[in-house]
């Protein structure tokens, strides 16, 4: 049954005749006589007792058009709740972030998404760009690193080049250091063991492996070891205690390019485009300073 269905029976108990009913919905008789008999045919009562004056609503008929008017007041409330919540944003929000992004740029944009939009539900889900890409369907959008997604609206946030850090005070002991390695793609961790076999002169071994890349800063930190970070994650080191050396493979930059992914049909939900337009925002502020 349709909304229109139960508008014609309500409108035939209150004109009485096919004739008026047509005239006042802007349809012929024709289609209401064959729109009635397909109602009746669906609750399996005759509502209406056809005479050559009038239309007479039978017993069964008053229930259904009870229940009409029941159903047409729901739609009404409904529609009423739908204008109400109009610039307003509410539902659901699933994100599925690489932990880099998750760990540096996400905590300030979520901060300002949930203080404008407080009636959002999020579902976040952290981890590394390749396991969000494998469950992208898991998504309504999706922040990863590395490679786009194929078959999705793919917006460039930011590029971050690396840098091999180790603490100065140790410079004399480079090649002793423990390299420490944080997860990341096959592609990404041969290109490091490229540039790490080319400049040190020695194999390359991660003799510390971590899942995190904030583990990875933080062992660096407590004088741990060496490793090779994004630029996103170095910006608060402490220059006079760390040696920064930028990463050039074949005299280009290791770059790694951060993507915002998701299905353009996303952008019809609201707290999807609201959040992708804090995202873009806060990118943009943070590219500035």
Known sequence: MKIDDYRLLITLDETRTLRKAAERLYISQPAVTQRLKSIERHFGVEIFIRTKKQLITTIEGA?????????????????????????????????????????????????????????????????????????????????????????????????????????????????????????????????????????????????IKVDQVATCKALLLSGVGVTILPEIMVKDLEENEFELVKVDIEEESLIRSTYLSYDVSMLQLPQVSSFINILKDQVAASSTI
């Not at 002991?173 to 997860?183: A, M, V």
Request: charged share 20%.
């Open 63 to 207: 229930m259904v058009i009870e229940h009409a008017k029941t159903m047409l007041k729901r739609e009404r409330l409904f529609q009423d709740k739908i204008k109400a919540h109009i610039g307003s944003v509410s539902g659901t929000l699933s994100i599925g972030c690489s932990s880099l992004v998750g760990q540096t740029v996400l905590p300030e944009v979520l901060s300002r998404y949930t203080n404008e939009f407080p009636n959002v539900e999020i579902q976040l889900q952290v981890g590394s760009s390749e396991h969000i890409k494998a469950h992208h369907n898991d998504y309504h959008i999706m922040i990863v690193r590395g490679n786009q997604l194929l078959n999705l609206h793919n917006d460039h946030l930011m590029d971050d080049q690396h840098y091999f850090i180790y603490p100065k005070n140790k410079a004399s002991e480079l090649q002793k250091l423990p390299f420490i390695e944080f997860q990341a793609d096959p592609v990404y961790i041969n290109q490091i063991k490229t540039w790490y076999h080319h400049h040190m002169s020695q194999d390359y071994h991660a003799r």
